[in-house]
T-cell receptor, first 110, second 116 residues
Framework: QQPVQSPQAVILREGEDAVINCSSS?????VHWYRQKHGEAPVFLMI?????EQKGHEKISASFNEKKQQSSLYLTASQLSYSGTYFC???????????FGQGTILTVHP | DVKVTQSSRYLVKRTGEKVFLECVQD?????MFWYRQDPGLGLRLIYF???????EKGDIPEGYSVSREKKERFSLILESASTNQTSMYLC???????????????FGEGSRLTVL
């Protein structure tokens, strides 16, 4: 079953912050975040393993609440280059297949 | 630089035609995947392969088959294309479990298929 992402779309001005959420109805081993810019391949951002660990990637960070089976992606002081579609992917076991959410379209305006 | 290459960026086919989508990776990865991307539905797994000549069904395998005769090449086959298979198809690869710390998928740029 696919994880559910929210919001479906968000529009920002440069310098504003955003949060993208990812929820699953199943117990999770890991959460993966990808970004796909228009016309390009999705690119890996980070992985979070169960344990509530928070990871960072430049001004993009994420958290994973294992008990709630939720992850959040935090984009701080957004830049034009952050525009794209963000996907979370979830895995129930260390060897399980990755199941993606429906995506969140992020648009950053000058 | 790591690379996953999909042979065709854009294809237009007619209903009932047999369609081959080819994917090649140069990273010596054991695992390869085919996803379908549709607006509002995200990326859905069609088939994957964890070794040469091995294949596993994903979440939406109906109407598709795959072939993996060589480690670097993974083909998606639509035996008889239908209009509801009009979509963007993404190929991806990943290291085998032994060497896989992050589980990072490397994607190709996609093949946009239109079935008329």
């Amino acid at each position: 079953q696919q994880p559910v992402q929210s919001p479906q779309a968000v529009i920002l001005r440069e310098g504003e912050d955003a949060v993208i959420n990812c929820s699953s109805s199943k117990a999770l081993y890991s959460v993966h975040w990808y970004r796909q810019k228009h016309g390009e391949a999705p690119v890996f951002l980070m992985i979070l393993l169960k344990g509530g660990e928070q990871k960072g990637h430049e001004k993009i960070s994420a958290s994973f609440n294992e008990k709630k089976q939720q992850s959040s992606l935090y984009l701080t002081a957004s830049q034009l280059s952050y525009s794209g579609t963000y996907f979370c992917g979830t895995r129930g076991t260390s060897y399980g297949k990755l199941t993606f959410g429906q995506g969140t379209i992020l648009t950053v305006h000058p | 630089d790591v690379k996953v290459t999909q042979s065709s960026r854009y294809l237009v086919k007619r209903t009932g035609e047999k369609v081959f989508l080819e994917c090649v990776q140069d990273m010596d990865h054991e695992n390869m995947f085919w996803y379908r991307q549709d607006p509002g539905l995200g990326l859905r797994l069609i088939y994957f392969s964890y070794d040469v000549k091995m294949k596993e069904k994903g979440d939406i395998p109906e109407g598709y088959s795959v072939s993996r005769e060589k480690k670097e090449r993974f083909s998606l086959i639509l035996e008889s294309a239908s209009t509801n298979q009009t979509s963007m198809y993404l190929c991806a690869s990943r290291r085998g479990l032994a060497g896989d710390v992050t589980g990072e998928l490397f994607f190709g740029e996609g093949s946009r298929l239109t079935v008329l």
